[in-house]
Structure formats: structure tokens, C-alpha cells
């Protein structure tokens, strides 16, 4: 059975300083694990996405995320944040395996305090 | 390109009354998705289509029914809408293979849909 734990619902911090949103998973078969990013009242776009090529995946606008089967955990991080950085974060499994599953966390809120 | 479009933005429905919501992609996928947004909560899928002519349930069907018209088009039904349903709900397509790992799914602007 799949899951996902985005372990905090909220996260603030400075402009400038790095980012760590945290991403924990589980999956019977070998998912794809994905990032998405959502600005108030729009869609969803993806940001990176893991399919077992590399444990570091880098993604658009800086973000990136790395891959620790031993840890089951899939955290996605910055260097330094921009005010635009601020949006929802959701964490995905999804796989294909008896039909399609694909489970998204709960989210992870972002501010960016000037 | 477009990308994945929705209709209506917006929409407002007394219970009981039925409406559907229409999706299109223009980037030839062969997947598409329909999922609802909950405050507070994640994506949650209600129904896909793997390939054209292809439908399966996904985590909370209940209350819904979907046609893939074509390869381009994915609609989702409300038959009788409860307040349950008041959420918005997201349309999505993918490349997809079918079998093992998932590709990127690239989502609409999303219908945001009140029951009274």
C-alpha cells in the first residue's frame, strides 16, 4: 500500500535563507516520486520528479531533492529562498502496478518572510 | 499550446442538480486524470483513463461517472451533487506507458465547484 507524510504542514523562513521541506513514503512496488508546486488559486506544476535514475534529482528554479530508500524519504530542498518561493508543496507517489495509484501528501505551506 | 484546459472556472449548483465538467489536452497523452482538492488535504483521485477508451476508479469514485470521449477529451459527471462534492476539481494528462514508473502529469487550472 502507498503513503505519503508531508511532515509539516507549515514552513517560514527569510528570504535568503535555505529551504527543507520534508517528504516521507511507502510503496509496494518501485514508484515515481514527484514534487509539485501550487501558487494560490492555480494549478499544479512540477518541479522534479525521481524515477531511479539518480538519488539527486535537481529541479526548476533551484529546488532540489534527494532519494534515501534506507530512510524512505524524498525531502526537497533550497538554498536560498525567494518571495516567489512561497506557495503549497505537495509530495507525490504514484506508480503503475494493477491499474494507476498515486497518492499526494497533505502539503506543505511555504512563507517567505522579507 | 494550450496544455490541459477546463470548463467551467467556476460553478455553482443546488443539490440534487446534475452538471458535467469538460477537460482537453492538446499534447497527444495518452492518460488523462480527474482529482479532487479538499482544504487541507491533498489531490485525491476520483477516476482515470490509462487510454482512449479506457476508464478505472481511483481512490473516492462514489458519486461520479466519466466518459473519454476521445483521445483529447475526459469529462467528469455529477448525476445528483451532494455538498460533498463542493471542492475544486483538477483535470491532468500524462504520456504514460502503463506499467511501471509514472510520468509527469501536467494539470488544468482546476473548476472550483460549491453544492448548496
Known amino acids: 500500500a502507498q503513503s505519503v507524510t508531508q511532515l509539516d504542514s507549515h514552513v517560514s523562513v527569510s528570504e535568503g535563507t535555505p529551504v527543507l521541506l520534508r517528504c516521507n513514503y511507502s510503496?509496494?512496488?518501485?514508484?515515481?516520486l514527484f514534487w509539485y508546486v501550487q501558487h494560490p488559486n492555480k494549478g499544479l506544476q512540477l518541479l522534479l520528479k525521481y524515477t531511479s535514475a539518480a538519488t539527486l534529482v535537481k529541479g526548476i528554479n533551484g529546488f532540489e531533492a534527494e532519494f534515501k530508500k534506507s530512510e524512505t524519504s524524498f525531502h526537497l530542498t533550497k538554498p536560498s529562498a525567494h518571495m516567489s518561493d512561497a506557495a503549497e508543496y505537495f509530495c507525490v507517489v504514484s506508480e503503475w502496478g494493477g491499474g494507476f495509484k498515486t497518492i499526494f501528501g497533505a502539503g506543505t505551506r511555504l512563507f517567505v518572510k522579507a | 499550446n494550450a496544455g490541459v484546459t477546463q470548463t467551467p472556472k467556476f460553478q455553482v449548483l443546488k443539490t440534487g442538480q446534475s452538471m458535467t465538467l469538460q477537460c482537453a489536452q492538446d499534447m497527444n497523452h495518452n492518460s488523462m486524470y480527474w482529482y479532487r482538492q479538499d482544504p487541507g488535504m491533498g489531490l485525491r483521485l476520483i477516476y482515470y483513463?490509462?487510454?482512449?477508451?479506457?476508464?478505472d476508479k481511483g481512490e473516492v469514485p462514489n458519486g461520479y461517472n466519466v466518459s473519454r470521449l476521445n483521445k483529447r477529451e475526459f469529462s467528469l459527471r455529477l448525476e445528483s451533487a451532494a455538498p460533498s462534492q463542493t471542492s475544486v476539481y483538477f483535470c491532468a494528462s500524462s504520456l504514460e506507458g502503463g506499467t511501471g514508473g509514472a510520468d509527469t502529469q501536467y494539470f488544468g487550472p482546476g473548476t472550483r465547484l460549491t453544492v448548496l
Open positions: 483513463s490509462a487510454s482512449e477508451g479506457t476508464t
Open positions: 510503496s509496494s512496488y518501485s514508484p515515481s
